[in-house]
C-alpha cells in the first residue's frame, strides 16, 4: 500500500497550522489573556514559544519525516531496540482521549452555531444566556447528539484521506477562518469602549509577569500547538523529503500565534465595550461573550459569524486528532481508511458519551475532585503531554545521530551546509538538549504541585 503524502507546501503549512489553530486560540487564549494580565501575557508566551515550542516541535518534525511512519511507530521504526519505543503508547493515547472530550466541546459549538442562526442570544436577557450554557451541558441527550454529529463532520474528512480530506479542507478552512476572525477583529475595534479591550492587550504590565506567568504559558504552548501529542509526528510523516523543517514549523507557529492574538483583539475588547467581566474562564466564550453579543448593533449577526468560525477552528483541530489513531490502525493494524475512521468514530463516541454526561448524570462519579471531562483535560495537559515532549527531545537531542537530525531539519542531500545553517543547528541542538528538557520538567512539576 503506497503511504499518501501532502501533495504542496501550501498545502502541509495549512494543514499543520490547522492542527495548531483550534478552540486553544480561541477559547482557551482569551481566557488566558484575561487571567494572566493581558500583554504581558503574549510577551512571555511568545518568549516561550521561542525557547520551547519551536524545538519541541522540530523534534516532532525531525522523528515524523525521518520514520515515515504513525506516531505510535516513528520512535521504533528508528530505533527498534531499545525503550524509547514505549513513547508510541503516549502518542496513540493521548490524541484519542483528546479527541474524546474535545469532540463533546465541537458539539457545544454546534449548538451555539444554531442558537445564533436562530436568533436565540438576541431575544433573551443575560440571565438566561447565563442559564443556557448549564441547560446544554446538563441535558442527558442533546449533547451527545452534537457530539455525535460533530464526530461524523469530522469521521467523513479523514476517511476522504491525506490529500482529498485533510489537505483540500485545510486549504479551504484555514483561509475562511482567518478573514472571519480578522473580520471581528475590525468590527470590534469599532466598538464604543473597546479602545480599553485593545489597550489591556497590547500594553504590558510586567508587574503581572510572575513565575506562575511563564508556567501557564508553556503549557498553553503545548496545548495551542499540539505539541507532545503524536500530532506534527504523523502530519510531518507526510511532508516532502527535501523541505526545509525549519521554514515549516516558523511558517506554523506564525500562523498560530497571528491567529491567537487577532481572536484575543475580536474577544477581549467586545467585553470591554459592553461593560462585561473577562476573568469567567473557560465559560468566558459560551457565556459571556453571547450576553455582549445581545448587547451589540447586528449582534445577531455577528455571533453567527463567530460562532461559525469557532466551529471552523474545533474541526481543523479535530481532524489532527482524529488522524493519529486512524493512520496507526491503517498502517499497524492493516486496515482500510474507512473501517480504520469507523472504529475511531465508535470508539471516541463511546468514551466522549461519559465524558458529556460528566456534566449530569455522572457527576458524581470523580477522579481526584474532579468529573470525567476534567480529569481527562487536566491529567493529558499537566502530566501527558509534558511527558510526552520530554522524551521526544531527549530521543533527538541524545539518541539519534546529529547528521541524521541535521539532514531532516534541512532536507539537505547533495548541497554543503552554510554558515548560517550550521550556527543554528548549534543552537537548536543545545535548545533540544538543554533548554527544552529543563522548561518541559518545570511544567510537569506545575502540573503536580498547583
Known amino acids: ?58 523534534c516532532e518534525f525531525v522523528v515524523g519525516r525521518h520514520s515515515r511512519a504513525n506516531a505510535y511507530s516513528a520512535v521504533s521504526v528508528i530505533d527498534g531496540n531499545s525503550g524509547w519505543k514505549r513513547y508510541g503508547i503516549l502518542a496513540l493515547c493521548i490524541p484519542f482521549f483528546t479527541l474524546c472530550y474535545y469532540c463533546v466541546i465541537g458539539g457545544w459549538t454546534l449548538q451555539y452555531m444554531f442558537d445564533s442562526c436562530m436568533l436565540q442570544f438576541k431575544d433573551s436577557n443575560p440571565v438566561e444566556i447565563q442559564a443556557m450554557f448549564g441547560q446544554l451541558v446538563s441535558d442527558p441527550i442533546r449533547p451527545i447528539v452534537l457530539d455525535t454529529l460533530f464526530l461524523l463532520i469530522t469521521g467523513l474528512i479523514i476517511v476522504k484521506g491525506v490529500n482529498k480530506g485533510i489537505e483540500k479542507c485545510s486549504k479551504v ?5 482567518f478573514f472571519i476572525m480578522l473580520f471581528m477583529a475590525i468590527w470590534t475595534a469599532f466598538q464604543p469602549g473597546a479602545v480599553d479591550g485593545l489597550a489591556y492587550l497590547f500594553r504590558p504590565d510586567f508587574s503581572k509577569i510572575t513565575p506562575r506567568v511563564f508556567l501557564a504559558a508553556m503549557g498553553q504552548s503545548f496545548y495551542s500547538l499540539s505539541i507532545g501529542m503524536g500530532i506534527m509526528i504523523t502530519y510531518s510523516s507526510y511532508l516532502d523529503r527535501n523541505s526545509g523543517l525549519t521554514h515549516m514549523a516558523v511558517s506554523t507557529i506564525i500562523a498560530d500565534l497571528v491567529f491567537a492574538i487577532i481572536a484575543g483583539s475580536a474577544i477581549i475588547p467586545v467585553l470591554f465595550a459592553y461593560g462585561m467581566p473577562t476573568d469567567q474562564g473557560t465559560g468566558l466564550v459560551f457565556k459571556t461573550l453571547p450576553i455582549a453579543f445581545s448587547k451589540m ?36 493494524m492493516r486496515m482500510s481508511r474507512v473501517k480504520a475512521s469507523v472504529s475511531v468514530f465508535c470508539a471516541a463516541l463511546f468514551v466522549g458519551v461519559f465524558c458529556s454526561l460528566s456534566f449530569g448524570k455522572l457527576s458524581n462519579f470523580t477522579i481526584g475532585g474532579r468529573i470525567l471531562f476534567d480529569a481527562f483535560d487536566y491529567v493529558i495537559g ?19 545521530e546529529r547528521k541524521t537530525v541535521f539532514d531532516e531539519v534541512y532536507g539537505i542531500r547533495d548541497s554543503l551546509p552554510g554558515p548560517k545553517t550550521l550556527i543554528w543547528n548549534d543552537v537548536l541542538r543545545f535548545m533540544v538538549r538543554y533548554i527544552s528538557p529543563i522548561a518541559i520538567i518545570a511544567i510537569f512539576l506545575w502540573g503536580i504541585f498547583q
Open 1 to 58: 500500500m503506497e503511504r499518501e503524502s501532502f501533495k504542496s507546501s501550501v498545502g502541509s503549512i495549512m494543514a499543520l497550522a490547522g492542527s495548531a489553530v483550534g478552540l486553544g486560540n480561541i477559547w482557551r487564549f482569551p481566557y488566558m489573556l484575561s487571567e494572566y494580565g493581558g500583554g504581558a501575557f503574549i510577551m512571555v508566551y511568545i518568549l516561550c514559544i521561542i525557547i520551547v515550542a519551536l524545538p519541541i516541535m522540530m
Open 173 to 177: 478552512m484555514m483561509p475562511t477562518l
Open 297 to 332: 448593533p447586528f449582534g445577531g449577526l455577528v455571533s453567527v459569524v463567530f460562532f461559525f468560525a469557532v466551529l471552523l477552528a474545533a474541526i481543523t483541530s479535530a481532524m489532527s486528532l482524529y488522524e493519529v489513531p486512524v493512520s496507526w490502525l491503517v498502517e499497524r
Open 382 to 400: 499537566n502530566y501527558l503531554m509534558p511527558m510526552a515532549g520530554l522524551v521526544i527531545v531527549l530521543f533527538v537531542g541524545w539518541k539519534m
